[in-house]
C-alpha cells in the first residue's frame, strides 16, 4: 500500500469494459483499469511524459476476434494479441504510439513494441489478475530520443471465445492473486511525519532485480524506501509521508557495460530512480551516482498548486553507496539523503549489488561494505559485552580481597 499521511492516495484507474463482436455475437471481452506511462530521454535526460488511462479508451474498428486493439486517445494505442499454442491462448500486450502526437515533440517517431506474454490459458476460459501488474514494453528504436513504456494494471480480466450471455466464464488466475490480495484503497488518519520504515512478516522488504539479455541477473536492490516532502498549501505550508510499497512498479536497465538503473514508478505520474555506475570504465567498484524523483504536487490536495517538481542527488565524489563487485553493500540502520530543500529520501534494511557478472545474485554471502551507522551499531554489543566482563572481573576481584582479609582475621582470632 501506498501510504501519504497527511493526505492517503492510492491511485486506481476507473474500471472499463470492451468487447469485439462478430456477426452480433461477443467473441472478445476484456475489463480493465490503470495506465499507460510514457517518458521521452534525451541523453539520459526527460524530455517529456504522459499518462493515459484505460478507462477513456476505445476499441478501435481494427480490432478482430483474436485480437481486440485499445485507442487510449492523443495518438497512443494498445492492444492484447491472442496467439494459439496449444490449444491455449498466448496473450501479448502491444503499444504503439506517435511521439509527436502523444509526447508533443518535434519528432516523427512512430514508435511500437510488445510486452512479456501473459500466462498461458485454455480457450473458451477467461484469464483474471486483479493485482496491480506492470507490463514493460521492448520498443523498436528512435532516431533522437529513447522511450520507455509501462502499463500499469488491476483488475485484468479478458476472454476470446467460449463467452456465453456476454459474461466471462471461469478459468486461469494469474501468479500474483495467488499470493497478493487485490489492491484497494484507504483513508489514513492525520499524524506526525517523522520517517522510520519498518516491515512486518506481511510486508517483507521490496526487492527489485534486473537480468540482461542474456539472462544473468545484473544487479538486486531490496530496502524499505520512504519520502518526506514539504509542499505549500494557499496558506500554510505541508508535509507529507510517502512509503514506496511493495509491490510498486519499476523499469530496469542493465545491459550497458558501467551504467544500470532503477526506476520506480508511483501514481500515474510520479518515479523515484536510482542511477548505479562503476567508478571508472571496467572497474569492480561502484556506486549510486544519482537518485532523481519526479512528482507533481498536484497529488497533495485541490488546496495545492499543481506543479511538476524534480529533486535529484548527485555524487561526484563516486563515493555513495560504494561498493564492489566481490561483495554487496548494506545498511540495515535508517539512512538519509537530502534530494532537495523539500524532499529528504529515506532507506532502511537496505542491501545491493550492482554489475554481477556470474551467476545468480545472494544477499548473503561475499564481502560486505557496511554503512558508517551500521558499523557503529554493531559496535555497541561487543562494548557492552567487554564492560560486562570487566565489571564481573573487578567484582570476583574484590570478593576475593575481603574473603582473603576475613579468612586471615579469623586465623589471628583461633591462635
Known amino acids: 500500500m501506498l501510504k501519504i499521511f497527511i493526505l492517503t492516495l492510492l491511485f486506481v484507474a476507473g474500471q472499463a469494459t470492451f468487447n469485439v463482436t462478430n456477426n452480433g455475437t461477443i467473441c472478445v471481452l476484456l475489463d480493465v483499469s490503470g495506465t499507460l506511462n510514457l517518458e521521452a ?36 494505442q494498445v492492444w492484447f494479441q491472442f496467439s494459439d499454442s496449444d490449444s491455449q491462448w498466448q496473450v501479448t500486450p ?42 514493460n514494453f521492448t520498443l523498436s528504436s528512435a532516431k533522437n530520443y529513447s522511450y520507455t513504456a509501462v502499463a500499469a494494471t488491476t483488475n485484468f480480466k479478458v476472454q476470446a471465445t467460449g463467452i456465453v450471455n456476454d459474461t466471462f466464464s471461469s478459468g486461469t488466475e494469474c501468479d500474483q492473486d495467488k499470493t497478493t490480495p487485490a489492491p484497494t484503497t484507504t483513508s489514513t488518519p492525520a499524524t506526525t511525519s517523522t520517517p522510520a520504515a519498518s516491515t512486518t512478516t506481511e510486508s517483507p522488504v521490496p526487492t527489485y532485480s ?4 542474456n539472462g544473468t541477473t545484473r544487479f538486486m ?26 509491490h510498486a512498479l519499476a523499469v530496469l536497465s542493465c545491459n550497458e557495460t558501467n551504467e544500470e538503473s532503477l526506476k520506480i514508478l508511483l501514481f500515474e505520474d510520479w518515479s523515484l530512480e536510482y542511477v548505479f555506475q562503476r567508478t571508472s570504465n571496467g572497474s569492480k567498484e561502484y556506486y549510486v551516482s544519482n537518485i532523481t524523483l519526479h512528482y507533481n504536487t498536484a ?47 529515506y532507506t532502511s534494511e537496505l542491501k545491493y549489488k550492482a554489475f554481477n557478472e556470474k551467476g545468480e545474485i545472494s544477499l548473503n554471502t561475499g564481502s560486505v561494505f557496511e554503512c558508517s551507522a551500521d558499523e557503529e551499531t554493531s559496535s555497541v554489543v561487543p562494548i557492552a559485552v567487554g564492560a560486562a566482563l570487566a565489571g564481573l572481573v573487578v567484582i570476583v576481584l574484590i570478593a576475593y580481597l575481603i574473603g582473603r582479609r576475613r579468612s586471615r582475621k579469623s586465623g589471628y582470632e583461633s591462635v
Open 41 to 76: 530521454f534525451e541523453n539520459n535526460t526527460l524530455k517529456a511524459n504522459r499518462s493515459l488511462e484505460f478507462a477513456t479508451a476505445k476499441v478501435l474498428d481494427t480490432s478482430n476476434c483474436t485480437e481486440i486493439r485499445l485507442d487510449l486517445g492523443s495518438g497512443a
Open 94 to 135: 502491444i503499444v504503439a504510439f506517435d511521439a509527436n502526437i502523444t509526447l508533443g515533440l518535434n519528432e516523427s517517431d512512430s514508435v511500437s513494441g510488445k510486452a512479456a506474454p501473459l500466462t498461458p490459458f485454455h480457450k473458451n476460459e477467461s484469464f483474471t489478475c486483479n493485482t496491480l501488474i506492470g507490463h
Open 210 to 213: 534486473c537480468e540482461d539479455n
Open 221 to 246: 536492490l531490496q530496502a524499505n524506501i520512504s519520502l518526506v516532502i514539504t509542499y505549500q498549501k494557499v496558506d500554510t505550508t505541508a508535509t507529507a509521508y510517502i512509503e514506496v510499497p511493495r
Open 299 to 345: 497529488k497533495f490536495g485541490n488546496d495545492t498548486k499543481e506543479e511538476n517538481v524534480t529533486a535529484s542527488y548527485y555524487d561526484g565524489s563516486k563515493e555513495y553507496l560504494k561498493a564492489s563487485t566481490d561483495g554487496y553493500y548494506v545498511c540495515n540502520s535508517n539512512s538519509s539523503v537530502i534530494l532537495s530543500a523539500n524532499v529528504t529520501l
